[in-house]
């Protein structure tokens, strides 16, 4: 089976077991994003860039994961598809020749 | 090819062509996670669960994940594994029985 | 005493008296920030928008006050003033006539 | 009149102007104070600490200290009150002899 597939498998199952569908609104699920992700992003506060517990942020990030993964869901979007058309978007929004090597916006390129 | 294959290949193609990654310390992938959740957050303020608009989430959707897939890459994990990982070790912290139609934190069941 | 000096007072002090100035670069007190906002927002999570702990939320907001009072003084810059500042451009970007009674943005407008 | 009376003064009268008390619920002020986080936390991206644009700096600071003053006068908190209290609080948790010069968090002091 596809990882994608196995890892939404395994999301849905879990949430359908214990009936948490019913909390589980697009509002609620990008809020629940952001929580994860200011978990995440504590383990590097006052930290130089590479000092964050590797096994805290595996944690963290997969609970990050966990909520993208269940709002794209509720969605009905195809992570993989939405993923490449951000990509293709993005190669025209910051050509090679003008953001190769510089961390400025497209809008200040 | 498996979709989190080449959804990486995708992403470190884009990113390699710009000589970004000297940019992607994972600090900074952390900082740039909660920033684009911050995006997709606003896209429900001040409004009803449902009313986001569908297409601006997917693309702020789209960035999360990315920046989540480019971390994960960084520090090398697996993101299927380390999201069956996770339900594997949440599946043990709520139990069915206990937190089925709840949305209580663990340490309140 | 004016109650943001006192507070600043209050703040500094204690930060001093521990030595973590050096750990309060900008960039790092904007990220604290948005721990401590994640944190607050947590307390919604799941629930109605009026069922959040008052008790909690009194701790969580005094936080992100915290740094952000702590980032203002670390550029100098004078609370009162940057925010009279701001409502006068916000009263500019949202004239009367049309945000009365819209949660539009102001390019919506 | 003192500082912060002034600036919730101004907050109010700019917000009823406009009929919007009718969005403010805390849930959504909650949301908006980390929408505005994150807003804040773009100018430090891919950038050294010292790095971020301090007119930008102030303007979204300005904007997640407006957010925080309107949830702390939507529940009643006195601001000065609630900062204080929490830096006693503070006190206590990282005591001076165990916390100075170190950024560990109190319960790995």
């Given at each position: 089976?596809?990882?994608?597939?196995?890892?939404?498998?395994?999301?849905?199952?879990?949430?359908d077991?214990r009936?948490?569908?019913?909390?589980?609104?697009?509002?609620?699920?990008?809020l629940?994003?952001?929580?994860?992700?200011?978990?995440l992003?504590?383990l590097?506060?006052?930290?130089?860039?590479?000092e964050?517990?590797?096994?805290?942020?595996?944690?963290?990030?997969a609970?990050?994961?966990a909520?993208?993964?269940?709002?794209a869901?509720?969605?009905?979007?195809?992570?993989?598809?939405i993923?490449?058309?951000?990509?293709?978007?993005?190669?025209?929004?910051?050509?090679?020749?003008?953001?190769?090597?510089t961390?400025?916006k497209?809008?200040?390129?």
């Amino acid at each position: 089976m596809d990882s994608i597939d196995m890892i939404l498998k395994a999301l849905t199952h879990f949430r359908d077991a214990r009936d948490w569908d019913q909390f589980h609104n697009p509002k609620d699920l990008a809020l629940a994003i952001n929580v994860e992700a200011g978990e995440l992003l504590e383990l590097f506060l006052w930290k130089a860039p590479e000092e964050a517990n590797r096994d805290k942020v595996k944690e963290e990030l997969a609970d990050v994961l966990a909520f993208a993964f269940l709002l794209a869901n509720k969605y009905g979007f195809d992570i993989k598809e939405i993923l490449l058309e951000k990509i293709a978007a993005n190669d025209k929004k910051y050509p090679v020749d003008k953001a190769k090597g510089t961390a400025k916006k497209y809008n200040e390129l």
